[in-house]
């Protein structure tokens, strides 16, 4: 199957720090990759959506000049969380498809950021 | 109003038992629709797409039902291993955009 790897695993940084968060396809060219924000037993949530080589596309109520998405290769997508905050803790989860309507997505295995 | 609801649970099930809950969504565009399992601190894994026909899958079986908008789950036998959330998804067919619900939480136990 598709194997989506995210790095890091887990970071821990000061409020007032910017964190980048790669993700990455290792077997397959993703035209497309998704950001998903995951707070403490609740659900995932849909941060934005990035085709390789244009502007994401973020969802509403998502700041985009604070969650900065780069794809620019179809195996690389990555997302910069500028200015950390306490609040900005979350698990982030990207995931990654072929292209295509309907075409099944595959989700790294997340990033854990806690910002003290 | 969410735009995919579920019931939290826990479900506390026998092992061995039969289990079943459902999930409804109020989007009645869309396209696709899908079973994830998530573990503790663990990235979603695909469970089962579900088709309007239903669809099972060794213990699992889907149901879908588009005029009154939910999707079910069945899991028979149940076994400790199943103990996990499932995630019901909604997909729209533009974008592939995937809507998630909040999940339920299936505890099986001896």
């Known amino acids: 199957g598709a194997v989506v790897s995210q790095h890091p695993s887990r970071v821990i940084c000061k409020s007032g720090t910017s964190v980048k968060i790669e993700c990455r396809s290792l077997d397959f060219q993703a035209t497309t990759m998704f950001w998903y924000r995951q707070f403490p037993k609740k659900s995932l949530m849909l941060m934005a959506t990035?085709?390789?080589?244009?502007?994401?596309?973020?969802e509403q109520g998502v700041e985009k000049d604070k969650f900065l998405i780069n794809h620019a290769s179809l195996t690389l997508s990555t997302l910069t969380v500028t200015s950390a905050h306490p609040e900005d803790s979350s698990f982030y989860i990207c995931s990654a498809s072929g292209g295509g309507a309907m075409d099944e997505q595959f989700f790294g295995p997340g990033t854990r950021l806690t910002v003290l | 109003r969410k735009e995919v609801e579920q019931d939290p649970g826990p479900f506390n099930v026998p092992e061995g038992a039969t289990v079943a809950f459902n999930c409804t969504y109020s989007?009645?565009?869309?396209?696709?629709f899908f079973w994830y399992r998530q573990d503790c601190r663990k990235e979603p894994k695909l469970l089962m797409s579900?088709?309007?026909s239903g669809n099972e899958d060794g213990r699992f079986t889907a149901q879908l039902n588009r005029a009154s908008q939910y999707i079910s789950l069945l899991i028979r036998d149940s076994k400790l291993s199943d103990s996990a959330t499932y995630l019901c998804v909604v997909g729209e067919a533009a974008g592939n955009k995937l809507t998630f619900g909040g999940g339920t939480r299936v505890l099986v136990k001896p």
């Open positions: 990035s085709n390789e080589g244009s502007k994401a596309t973020y």
């Open positions: 579900v088709y309007s």
């Open positions: 989007n009645s565009a869309s396209q696709s």
